[in-house]
Every structure is written in structure tokens, then in C-alpha cells.
């Protein structure tokens, strides 16, 4: 239980402040697929311009905005699940039914991990988005094209969070089914809209 | 042996793993055991092509607009507004709980939103005027349902999304069946007013009320704009139904001006009939039931696509929020955006996995293996189309619409194309009956938001409810067999065969 809560601190530690980032871009890559979309919408009927790039630059942030705010929902409870069974069942095997339950979802996101990897890096990432440019040099005379890789990296730093928030929620979930839930450090109520 | 995944996800879902890791779990195990490892990473990649995608970024942003919507004062306008039609009727409180639930539902996509909204406003309400808590949380319930079936709607944005149709089409096909489901609602409260002795309302709630001179004259402007708007677009479709050549840009303005001078007499006219409290509520209500207007003629007229109408949606909702109506503090904004953020990003994952899900399902040949099942039912086409309700209606009880929606819709789709039915009819039939199921018992994600703002039991309010969900269960099965209920819509304005 020691080890357990030794292992399980800072990891929260570095969890939170990591997620805590993540909402913080996120929020600003929500607002900013805002602003592109109107710009899109602007331009196309004010001054009877059809931009190429709004289109791609607003999927980039939506892009980013779920791989770093997603996690935080997972942490914090709030992906879809049908949890009747672990309800009805008693404490101890609905805890050890969540267990598998972990395991099961880390074994999907570690290998998420190892092809995200794969992806980024490899020969798909080569290719240049087609339309998003970035300054090549200080004096900003030399404009050079959005890798796609830095799109494709929005998942997979999404995938690696995700397996943080795993590894955190299941060492939780072994402190509290040896008894020691009283010392868990406290996770916020997932303050979701509703999809549905 | 690939067509196990289905089984394999059905025991993964059974045993409360999350959606998204089941959708990949089952298709990804079966890839493994059958040795097409290099299909994972196919997975993979359907996940983040599926997510890259710009008809989805509607969800986000819709979602911004119902809760910036949803902040200061509007909610309460759309009630009063209500309530002025309808609170002078038996059960008064009751048909204002459907009819603001129908009118918040052209602002929102969201049942969940609309049950949370309404429902701290209008059951205590309700239970001051002697209605039983129960009654009240179980008529917000019921008829919240109908925030994602009039448009516009989450559920139909992920649907034709994952499913190839259009969403403009099931925005248009929503509109009948949800008007359906709240007339339903109210037909069924005037019968129970009748048995229970049901009260009658205030029209006005609070009289005397007044309007800032910005709010007046914006209000003032929407209307006539509107209504010359409205008169315009239909004068040019008489015209070129007589066979009128098309009007120049310059005839069409000088119409809508004529028109604007005749609606503004028309509405002098009007202002006689009513009393100066029914007026002020009624033009408080201008600016939020814009909204609907700006989405659904926007897409309409051709304006703009769905998910330029919803930024288009934000973008009004700031505007009125911080310079109309003053309901917005700048401080708010970042709280707005990481709500929207972190649910949208939810679903935005699901709908990726679902996309790399039924790349598997169309590999396993499920849908044929299916139909094939299906067919050695009954071969008729109405039968199924009962059964698969029935399927549906038992998958609502225990799923939400969205996730049930992109786990089904795949698989069932193209069973019922192939037999003829359209593709937007199914879909309606599929969002219909799903979203009435988020307020069924055992699992239904609104009766649990109307219990948690009622502090009424889900049990007890699940029992109220039922009287409702009949309603709502026939609403279905007219959808399901009145084809032209839902077509008739998208049809006539060229968005569907």
C-alpha cells in the first residue's frame, strides 16, 4: 500500500499539471477553429475570397483539442460505459471486474502508443499539410509548410496522456480495493455539456 | 471467424468497458487471432482520419453555442415566452415545460442540456403550483427528448457523418417528427389535466417588466427582417413556379424592401390585439429564437454548410450575449470553452473509433451475414422495420443515443437500403427512437439529469414517465410507417430523393 501510494503521488502530481496544459491549449484551439471558420465565412461572402487554409487550420485545432482534452474526461469518469453490472456486484469483485476493465483499455492504448509512434515518424508524417505554412527562419522571409506529422502527433500526444491517466487510475484502483480509498488523492467531478 | 468481434464487443460492453476502448478491443483482438496484425494499424489510422474531418467540427461548435446560449438570462426568456402562449391551459406549467423544450431544442443539440436547463427552472416551479415533483421532473424528462430531434441536433451530425448522408437532410427530416413528439406531449397533458384536475397558469409572470433601448430595437429590426425575409424568399419561389424569369439582384432588393414596409405595418396592426406585457415578453424572445433561424435558413438558402452555421451560431450567440442582452461576462468565456472542449472531444474519440470499427464491420461482412439472419425472419419490410424498432428501443434503454447510434447505425443501415428504405427515413427512425430512449428506464442519461436537478428518485420518476413514453412510442411508429412524416421536408426543399 506504501509503495502503491509512493508510486501513485507524483504520478497524479504530474498528471494534473499535465491535463491542466492540455485544457489550457485546448480551450485556446476551441476558440480558434471559431475564428477560422468565420474568417472562412467572412471571406467567402464579404469579400468573395475562398481561403484554402481555414478549412485545414481548423481541423488541426479540433485535432489537438481532443487529444489533449480527452484525457481529462477519462480521469475524470466521463467516457460512456455501461456500468450496471459493477453497481450490482459486491465491492471487492466490482473493483477487481474494474481492474480488467483497466487492463483491458491499457493493453488497447499501448499499443495505440507503439502505432501512433510508427505513424508520426514514419512515412505518412513525411508529407507536407496543403495549406498551413510556418515561418522557415527568424526574419520570417523564408515560409516553409506544416509537416502533417505535427497533425498526426495531436493523437498520439493524446494516446501517451490517456496511458498516463490509465497507469494513475489503475494503481487507484488497487489502493482502494486494499482499503485505503480514505487516501487517495482527490480526482474532480467531470463537468461535461452532454453529447446527447 | 472475423464476424466474433461482434459478440466479443457485445460481452466487452455487457461488462462496462468504456465504448471507445471496446470498439477497438473486439475488431482489434479478432485482427490478432486471425493474423492480419498489419489491420491494427488500419485501426489506427481510421481512428485519426475518422476525427479529421470537417463535418464533425458542427459538434463542438454546437455545443458552444447551446451553452453560451444557455448562460444569463435566456433560458428564463424562452419560458416566459412560453408561458405567455400557453399558461392560461389546464396543466399550464406542463405544456410551458414542452413547448420551452421545443423552442430550446432550435438552440441546442442536446437533451441532457435542455432536462438541465428547464428542469431547475421549472420543477420547483411546478411544485409551487401543486404539481407533484415527480410529474414535473417526468414531464421535463420526456419531453427533453426532443432537443436532438428538432435540429439542430448532436446525434444527427454523428449519424450522417459516420453513415455518409447528409446533415442538412436530417436536420430538415427532424423538424416533423420532433414537433410530432411535442404535440404528442401536450396532447397527453390535457388528458391528464382533465383526470388530475390540473392547474392553470399566469400567463404573464412577471408584469411590468421593461427592455434596453439596444435590445428594443435589435428585436425590432430581427423581427421585420425576418418577416420580409420569409416573405421574399417565398414571393421569388411563386414567381419562378409561374415561370417568371428569375429576379435581378436589384428586383429582389426592392421586394424585400416593399416587403419590410408591409411586415412593419403588419405588426402595428398586431400590436393592438395584445397587452403591452404580452408584447415585451414576446419581443424579449426574438433574440434567442433567432438562432434557429440564422442555422436553419442559412443551410436552407444555401448559405453556409452545417458546420459554418454552427460558428456562425457562437458567433451570434457572443454578439447578443455581450452587446444585446448583456448575459455574458467575459470571465465566463474560458469555463464555456472547456466544457464544450472536453465533451466534444469525447465524442469526437467515439466517432473515430467508430469509423475504424465499421471498416471491420464492412471487412467481416457482417451487415450481409446479418440481412441474411434478418431475412429468414420475415421478408417483409414492415415487420422488420417493427422489430428493428423494437431492437432499438431495448438498445435505448441500456445506451445512450450517440454511442448506440454509431455502434448500429453501420451494421443496420445498410440491411434496410437494400430493402428500400431510405436512407434519411432510416436514419430518422434510428435518432427518433434511440433519443426517446435516453429517458427510459434502467440506463437513461436524462432521467438521470432530471433526477440529480429534481432530487427526485430515478425509480419514481421513471414510473411517471411512462404515460409519456407511450406517447412517444407511437410518435415512432407513425415516423416509421408515415414515410412522408419525415421525408416530405427535405424533399420538397431538394435536400433528399
Not at chain 1, 47 to 73: H, I, Q, S, V
Not at chain 1, 156 to 183: A, H, K, M, P, Q
Not at chain 2, 390 to 399: A, Q, S
Request: charged letters at 10%; hydrophobic letters at 60%; glycine letters at 8%.
Amino acid at each position: 500500500m506504501g509503495i502503491l501510494l509512493a508510486v501513485l503521488s507524483p504520478l497524479s502530481f504530474v498528471n494534473s499539471h499535465l491535463l491542466r496544459i492540455g485544457r489550457a491549449i485546448g480551450i485556446v484551439a476551441v476558440a480558434l477553429m471559431v475564428v477560422a471558420i468565420l474568417i472562412q465565412v467572412v471571406f467567402r461572402y464579404v469579400l468573395n475570397n475562398a481561403l484554402p487554409w481555414p478549412d485545414e487550420a481548423a481541423r488541426f485545432c479540433m485535432l489537438w483539442m481532443t487529444g489533449l482534452m480527452a484525457p481529462t474526461a477519462f480521469r475524470r469518469g466521463g467516457f460512456v460505459a455501461i456500468d450496471m453490472l459493477g453497481q450490482a456486484l459486491p465491492r471487492l469483485l466490482s473493483s477487481l471486474l474494474s481492474l480488467l476493465l483497466l487492463i483491458i483499455s491499457l493493453a488497447v492504448l499501448v499499443i495505440a502508443v507503439q502505432i501512433g509512434y510508427a505513424e508520426v515518424t514514419g512515412f505518412g508524417g513525411k508529407f507536407a499539410t496543403a495549406s498551413l505554412y510556418v515561418p522557415g527562419n527568424v526574419s520570417l522571409t523564408e515560409w516553409i509548410r506544416v509537416p502533417r506529422s505535427w497533425m498526426m502527433m495531436s493523437i498520439f500526444v493524446g494516446v501517451i496522456l490517456l496511458t498516463l491517466v490509465n497507469i494513475e487510475l489503475i494503481l487507484r484502483n488497487l489502493v482502494s480495493t486494499f482499503g485505503g480509498t480514505e487516501r487517495l488523492p482527490a480526482l474532480p467531478d467531470v463537468d461535461m455539456a452532454g453529447a446527447d | 471467424m472475423l464476424i466474433w468481434f461482434l459478440p466479443v464487443f457485445l460481452v466487452f460492453l455487457m461488462i462496462g468497458l468504456p465504448v471507445f476502448f471496446g470498439l477497438l478491443a473486439a475488431p482489434g483482438m479478432l485482427l490478432w487471432l486471425n493474423g492480419q496484425e498489419r489491420d491494427i494499424t488500419l485501426l489506427y489510422r481510421n481512428v485519426y482520419n475518422g476525427m479529421d474531418s470537417f463535418p464533425l467540427m458542427a459538434i463542438p461548435f454546437f455545443m458552444l453555442a447551446g451553452e453560451l446560449m444557455n448562460k444569463g438570462g435566456i433560458t428564463l426568456r424562452l419560458v416566459e415566452f412560453s408561458q405567455a402562449l400557453m399558461g392560461h391551459l389546464r396543466g399550464g406549467l406542463a405544456h410551458v415545460n414542452i413547448l420551452s423544450s421545443m423552442l430550446f431544442a432550435g438552440l441546442s443539440g442536446s437533451a441532457v442540456a435542455d432536462t438541465s436547463a428547464l428542469g431547475s427552472m421549472l420543477i420547483p416551479a411546478m411544485e409551487k403550483q401543486g404539481y407533484t415533483r415527480r410529474f414535473a421532473a417526468a414531464v421535463t424528462a420526456a419531453s427533453s427528448v426532443i432537443g436532438p430531434i428538432i435540429p439542430p441536433s448532436g446525434i444527427m451530425i454523428i449519424y450522417a457523418y459516420v453513415m455518409g448522408e447528409s446533415v442538412a437532410a436530417l436536420f430538415l427530416a427532424g423538424i416533423v417528427p420532433g414537433v410530432m413528439v411535442g404535440v404528442g406531449l401536450m396532447l397527453m397533458v390535457r388528458f391528464m389535466a382533465d383526470k388530475y384536475d390540473l392547474p392553470k397558469a399566469q400567463r404573464i409572470v412577471n408584469p411590468g417588466q421593461s427592455m434596453a433601448p439596444v435590445e428594443f430595437w435589435f428585436s425590432f429590426v430581427v423581427l421585420r427582417v425576418n418577416l420580409a425575409g420569409l416573405a421574399t424568399v417565398l414571393a421569388v419561389m411563386a414567381a419562378s413556379g409561374m415561370g417568371f424569369a428569375a429576379f435581378s439582384t436589384t428586383v429582389t432588393l426592392l421586394l424585400f424592401l416593399i416587403m419590410m414596409v408591409l411586415s412593419h405595418f403588419l405588426l402595428l396592426r398586431l400590436r393592438g390585439v395584445v397587452s403591452s406585457d404580452f408584447r415585451i415578453v414576446c419581443k424579449k424572445a426574438v433574440a434567442p429564437l433567432q438562432t434557429p433561424i440564422i442555422i436553419l435558413g442559412g443551410i436552407l438558402l444555401g448559405v453556409f454548410t452545417p458546420t459554418e452555421a454552427a460558428a456562425v451560431a457562437v458567433a451570434y450567440a457572443l454578439l447578443i450575449g455581450f452587446f444585446v442582452l448583456h448575459s455574458l461576462k467575459p470571465g465566463e468565456i474560458p469555463g464555456v470553452l472547456n466544457r464544450a472542449g472536453i465533451t466534444s472531444a469525447v465524442v469526437l474519440l467515439l466517432v473515430g473509433a467508430a469509423m475504424a470499427f465499421k471498416t471491420v464491420v464492412s471487412l467481416s461482412h457482417a451487415p450481409e451475414i446479418m440481412a441474411e439472419f434478418v431475412l429468414t425472419l420475415s421478408e417483409n419490410p414492415l415487420i422488420l422495420l417493427f422489430l428493428i424498432n423494437l431492437l432499438l428501443f431495448v438498445v435505448g434503454m441500456f445506451l445512450d443515443a450517440g454511442p448506440a447510434i454509431i455502434i448500429l447505425g453501420p451494421i443496420l443501415g445498410p440491411i434496410f437500403t437494400s430493402m428500400g428504405v431510405d436512407p434519411i427515413h432510416f436514419a430518422i427512425i434510428m435518432s427518433v427512437n434511440l433519443t426517446i430512449g435516453l429517458a427510459t428506464p434502467p440506463m437513461g442519461l436524462v432521467l438521470f439529469v432530471a433526477a440529480s436537478v429534481s432530487k427526485e428518485r430515478v425509480e419514481t420518476i421513471a414510473k411517471a414517465i411512462l404515460p409519456f413514453l407511450a406517447v412517444e412510442i407511437a410518435v415512432i411508429f407513425l415516423i416509421t410507417y408515415i414515410p412522408a412524416l419525415s421525408m416530405t421536408i427535405p424533399r420538397w426543399t431538394g435536400f433528399a430523393n
